[in-house]
């Protein structure tokens, strides 16, 4: 927290922000649970907000599966490319929402040096414990509403998602695809990602009629996307509202509907601009 101090205040950030964004690798979750440790509500505020934008390793893992469908000879470097695009995203818009829309002063970093104490297990179980309680008790109604919600879409009328409620919403939204060259069935799969980010290769699978054999889903997802559309369907994917886990913990740490749907809102039409300018550049270039 002491190194990173000076480059967290170039967004309004707290040296403190840096363990909490850094837990986002693993899951955006308890990286917005980890802004507790900031004692500036605008910088708490601020390292919230802007968590969501850190690869979790659920979108590290789509881009790991669908990288090699969409570019077999440089699924590598687009890796790459992708895992830092957010993380640029990320200190961009830090700048941006430090000058114009969280405005304030950055306070100075002053932390005392904790004793060091060999942990007590007793109470860190009995620490872990309530809060495990807490976040089930607050959390765990909204992420099972919209679950629910979702899975109804998908499911009903008729049990198949190809002719589904949620299959009708892509087709309604297939103009907005259409900006990012792709198509409802795309379109879907992203949406079915917001209840958990491993749902789109499903989805894309069932979608697109992928069979069970080894390597099926590259196959199928070859022949329907082009360099351009995969690239657009990649950017939207790292850009798109992590989960649904995530929305509710946002909604439990800001105790804020405004600043829950501000950030659902933001993320979404951030992706679908990086996904339209992905694809007309890579139409440009490739």
Not at 28 to 45: D, F, K, T, Y
Not at 81 to 88: A, H, K, Q, S
Not at 103 to 132: C, D
Request: aromatic share 10%.
């Amino acid at each position: 927290a002491y190194m990173m101090d000076r480059f967290m205040h170039a967004m309004g950030l707290h040296g403190k922000s840096f363990m909490p964004l850094f837990l986002g690798f693993g899951c955006n979750v308890p990286a917005i649970m980890g802004a507790r440790v900031i004692e500036s509500e605008r910088a708490r505020l601020l390292t919230i907000m802007l968590a969501p934008l850190v690869p979790c390793a659920a979108r590290l893992g789509v881009l790991a599966v669908l990288a090699p469908a969409f570019f077999p000879n440089k699924a590598g470097l687009v890796s790459w490319c992708l895992t830092g695009l957010p993380l640029v995203t990320l200190a961009i818009l830090g700048v941006i929402m430090n000058r114009f829309v969280l405005k304030g002063q950055s306070g100075a970093f002053i932390m005392e040096m904790p004793l060091y104490h060999v942990p007590n297990m007793r109470s860190i179980a009995i620490f872990t414990w309530e809060h495990i309680l807490g976040f089930l008790r607050k959390a765990s109604t909204i992420i099972l509403l919209v679950s629910v919600i979702v899975w109804l879409l998908a499911t009903l009328p008729s049990g198949d998602i190809e002719t589904s409620y949620l299959a009708s919403v892509g087709r309604v939204l297939s103009p907005v695809g259409a900006l990012m060259g792709l198509d409802w069935k795309a379109l879907v799969a992203l949406l079915a990602s917001f209840v958990a980010k491993e749902n789109s290769l499903a989805t894309l699978g069932v979608l697109y009629g992928a069979g069970e054999g080894a390597g099926a889903l590259l196959q199928v997802l070859s022949a329907n996307f082009t360099p351009a559309s995969g690239l657009a369907f990649l950017v939207a994917e790292m850009l798109f509202i992590p989960c649904v886990a995530t929305v509710a913990v946002i909604k439990q740490e800001t105790n804020s509907w405004k600043w829950t749907l501000l950030n659902v809102a933001f993320l979404t039409v951030l992706a679908v601009v990086g996904g339209a300018i992905a694809y007309h550049l890579a139409l440009a270039i490739l």
